[in-house]
């Protein structure tokens, strides 16, 4: 295409950026996507710039390389699901795009955004990834290529198995493979259909966050997963008393009708009601209804054992890169570690981690404040499974965060730790309820993540589509965060914001 016939306008913002010197190289960037592309829509500039950023990628050197494949797939995907002109445009260049990506270095910044912009051909499928065999792509990254490149097949279809990829969820046991089945099968067709799409922007938006964030700093360090072991072989919870429970009976409150709760004569109930919990391995369930379906809870506590196991070991690691921008592995384990350490300070009474998830903080909080003081929480049983299993010295409770059944002032302290955001709409009552239940003196410690700044960053955060929040990734503002602890009588009096992690420890005034 000759330059002359562009667009002027199309020409000086893609010029701009081609030309721009390393120091400004960033806000060119900036500037041409927001010439062609607002919030996940094409602008009017956008169809007649495609073709022109396809002829200045086979020119430019590797780094601005790196940036316009990324630019080329989020405006392939503001046309998703439907192709259009710039899909038409974008796949003119693929023989381009596959010539490339087979001369640049295997996990180098030109390499990882070319394999985010070639996964959004599925018609060209094989063409893709019989280049991407030669790639040296981890099972991660081949498993995501390859779904993003496949159509859905009503009459077969997979949902719901792409994060943190879909190599991960091939580890299923046939159990786990009936229950997938089981639920997708009631879905109408528009359901399979719009989940198939969510997935699709799922995988394609680890891929475009993993290749933003190489095109302005270089190759992210490997992520460090954990192992689970085979499903014959995870422990299970042992049997416990339900006097696991007394040493911390005072603290707890019905969830009914907020009388206090007795632990006597093998039973959980209420004094005033009579409601009975159900209590097994160890495990207190005082979620709403738990008094009227204890055998389902029962059922529940056995099933997929390894679930949890498996959110420690594949899920969360892969979650702190996407939310926390943690591609270059900033923020470690250890800082995590450190940080409950130095700054959950209880008073008198239990110690409470809120959404303790399979129970790895749960040790950190153990280690800083002695077994004897906590209580593990969760909304989720295969969670507390794990937990128990790894802890079984805790007692453990299965609740909503909305609602605490805990008295007022009751609680020493309470540790939430990378858990709010699985609850966004909750988090302001579940804050209120934390001020209502902290004894005077006692601590609030969470670690959680805020919305990116960055537009491009953000709408990759907010393309992975989680069960239950199938709006996209919600996560915070520092600013509404910070404003919901003080409506809930606690003052921050620590606070630390590495990328878009939060880290606040904020203490109810004496």
């Known amino acids: 295409m000759s330059v002359s016939t562009v667009d002027p306008a199309v020409a000086g913002v893609v010029d701009a950026f081609t030309g ?8 060119e960037f900036h500037r041409l996507v927001d010439a062609l592309w607002v919030e996940g829509e094409l602008t009017a500039l956008a169809v007649p710039a495609v073709s022109l950023v396809v002829e200045r990628l086979a020119e430019v050197d590797d780094e601005r390389k790196a940036y316009l494949a990324v630019l080329l797939g989020i405006l392939l995907e503001a046309e998703y699901p439907e192709p259009g002109p710039v899909t038409a445009a974008a796949r003119a260049g693929l023989d ?11 996990g180098g910044a030109l390499s990882v955004a070319l394999a985010y912009l070639v996964a959004h051909f599925p018609a060209d499928r094989e ?28 009459a077969r279809p997979v949902i719901g198995r792409v994060f943190p990829s879909p190599a991960v969820w091939a580890l299923m046991d046939n159990d786990e493979q009936a229950f997938d089945q089981s639920w997708i099968s009631a879905l109408s067709a528009e359901q399979i259909a719009a989940n198939w799409q969510k997935d699709t922007r799922t995988v394609w938006g680890h891929a475009g966050a993993k290749a933003y964030w190489a095109a302005g700093n270089g190759t992210p360090a490997p992520v460090v997963t954990g192992s689970v072991p085979p499903r014959d072989q995870v422990p299970t919870p ?31 109930r209420c004094v005033s009601c009579a409601a009975e919990f159900p209590a097994g391995k160890g495990i207190l369930n005082l979620s709403e209804g738990a008094q009227n379906n204890p055998g389902d809870f029962l059922y529940k506590l056995a099933e997929l054992p390894s679930m949890g196991l498996f959110y420690e070991a594949y899920a969360r690691p892969n979650f702190l890169r996407i939310a926390g921008g943690n591609w270059g592995g900033e923020v470690t384990p250890e800082d995590e570690r450190r940080y409950i350490a130095e700054h959950v300070a209880p008073v008198d009474g239990p110690v409470l981690d809120l959404a303790c998830g399979a129970g790895r903080w749960t040790e950190m909080l153990v280690e800083a ?8 929480y969760d909304a989720y049983v295969p969670m507390l499974t794990a937990l128990r299993t790894r802890l079984p010295q ?21 540790l939430c730790w990378n858990a709010l955001q699985a609850f966004p709409a909750d988090t302001p009552a579940a804050i209120a309820e934390i001020g209502r239940c902290l004894k005077p003196g006692g601590t609030f410690t969470l670690m959680t993540f805020s919305n990116a700044a960055d537009p491009l960053a953000y709408y990759f955060q907010n393309s992975h589509y989680f069960p239950g929040h199938q709006e996209g990734m919600r996560l915070f503002e520092l600013a509404d965060i910070k404003r919901w602890l003080a409506d809930a009588g606690l003052t921050v009096r620590h606070e630390a914001t590495p990328g878009t992690f939060i880290f606040i420890t904020a203490e109810k005034p004496l």
């Not at 721009?20 to 806000?27: I, Y």
């Not at 280049?131 to 995501?144: G, I, P, Q």
Request: overall charge negative; aromatic content about 6%; some cysteine.
């Open 238 to 268: 042992p049997e416990s008393p339900v006097e696991i429970f007394a040493p911390h009976a005072s603290a707890f409150r019905c969830p009914t009708c907020q009388s206090g709760i007795e632990v006597a004569g093998g039973a959980v």
């Open 96 to 106: 381009l795009y596959l010539d490339l990506w087979r001369r640049a270095a295997n």
């Open 127 to 154: 063409r893709v990834l019989a280049v991407a065999a030669d790639r040296d792509l981890t099972a991660d990254d081949w498993t995501r290529l390859e779904r993003g490149l496949q159509e859905l097949d009503p």
């Open 20 to 27: 721009a010197s390393p120091g400004r190289l960033g806000e």
């Open 394 to 414: 805790l007692p453990a409770v299965m609740a909503s965060a909305r609602v605490l059944p805990f008295g007022d002032a009751s609680l020493g302290a309470v």
């Open 369 to 376: 404040v002695g077994a004897e003081r906590v209580i593990a």
